[in-house]
């Protein structure tokens, strides 16, 4: 286990914030996590549980305790001829997930190529991306709860999952920390091309296998979003709004080219980096902070940028949007005070 105190969390941010925490906690088995949550000092200060921080907006250092697990290890518990179940240490990295998938021949993450983070977070997130989410191939959620210490494997309907959200992420349920996650991958994929351009980034393939649609993927991931080494973000940070299809309609009839996907229960969805692009913040900079040119939903710091300006930034883009289309964007981003 791992304890320091007045840690810098620069390298736990993908924003790059230079922000400290009072004490940060770092264990290696459930057993050390069990004993952490069970400390009276644990119990009475303030704690968060992050992962690699590609999700999260710290407005200040942080006056408590930030938990983060080391529990590594990718595991094939079962597997037949058509059908693999793999056993995931939270602290994976989740590209490195993929990459063993991919390179393995198991197919149903391979659209989630290259997405920041780790594995504990991205069951918890719902990762998403050119039409695939992981709860598609989530089996079980392994975890603690934060107040009873019990453990808990959560199937895959118990996590409630959808867009962008899951059981984890509702602040009325027990707190869960999540250990191990469980998937059930396929050895006979059936390949996800229809989103975007992906099938277009492929066109050129005489075979389509799954290599080559993590290669497309990355290709149009790094075209588009920012290095998070090179430039501090944390991918969108709004999620896309689902609005009631009358209200698309209306929309419609100024902006005939307004994009948007339809959704089973008749709503529409649509992307917030249109909607951004359209109020004319894109490529925009103010002071420290941008709002990225090539993705407008994606913002960035140049250097130097403080939480609490870049939250600015994100109201007034909130404000422009909500005045011009009536429609309230969400932060994706969870933003830390
Ligand atoms: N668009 C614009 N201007 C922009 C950006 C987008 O007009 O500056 C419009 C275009 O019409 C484009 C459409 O928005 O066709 C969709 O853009 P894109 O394919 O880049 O996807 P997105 O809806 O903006 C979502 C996810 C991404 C994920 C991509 C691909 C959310 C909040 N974001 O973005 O996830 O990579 O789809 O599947 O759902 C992330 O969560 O950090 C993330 C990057």
């Known amino acids: 286990m791992k304890i320091e105190q007045n840690y810098s969390l620069l390298s736990h941010n993908t924003f790059g914030l230079p922000v400290k925490t009072r004490w940060f906690m770092e264990y290696d088995t459930e057993e050390e996590l069990q004993k952490i949550l069970r400390d009276e000092y644990f119990q009475e200060c303030l704690s968060l549980h992050i992962g690699s921080g590609s999700n999260l907006l710290f407005l200040n250092d942080y006056d408590g305790i930030i938990l983060h697990s080391n529990i590594k290890g990718i595991t094939i518990t079962n597997e037949n001829e058509r059908e693999v179940s793999l056993r995931i240490g939270a602290a994976e990295q989740w590209d490195d997930v993929v990459a063993f998938a991919v390179q393995q021949g198991y ?62 992420k509702n602040e009325h349920n027990d707190p869960h920390i999540v250990t191990y996650l469980n998937l059930l991958l396929s050895k006979e994929p059936e390949y996800r091309l229809d989103y975007g351009n992906l099938r277009q980034e492929l066109a050129g393939e005489t ?108 109201e007034s883009i909130r404000t422009g949007v909500a005045e011009l289309f009536g429609i309230e964007l969400i932060p994706e981003v969870k933003y830390i005070v």
């Open 107 to 168: 197919g149903g993450i391979e659209n989630l190529s290259y997405i920041p983070g780790e594995a504990g977070a991205a069951a918890v997130q719902n990762i998403g991306a050119y039409g695939m989410e992981i709860a598609e191939v989530v089996r079980s959620v392994e975890t603690y709860n934060q107040i009873t210490f019990e453990k808990r494997i959560f199937t895959c309907d118990e996590c409630e999952y959808s867009y962008r959200n899951s059981y984890f």
């Open 207 to 314: 075979e389509i296998n799954l290599k080559k649609i993590r290669e497309a993927v990355i290709r149009i991931r790094q075209q588009k979003l920012p290095e998070p080494r090179e430039l501090g973000n944390a991918g969108s940070f709004f999620t896309n709004p689902m609005v009631e299809n009358e209200h698309y309609e209306r929309l419609k009839v100024t902006y005939p080219d307004i994009p948007s996907y339809p959704l089973p229960d008749g709503r529409r969805k649509i992307p917030a980096g249109w909607l951004i692009e359209q109020c004319g913040f894109k490529g925009k900079t103010h002071g420290a902070v941008g709002v990225y040119e090539k993705q407008a939903l994606v913002l960035v710091n140049l250097g130097g940028a403080t939480g609490d300006e870049i939250a600015l930034v994100a």
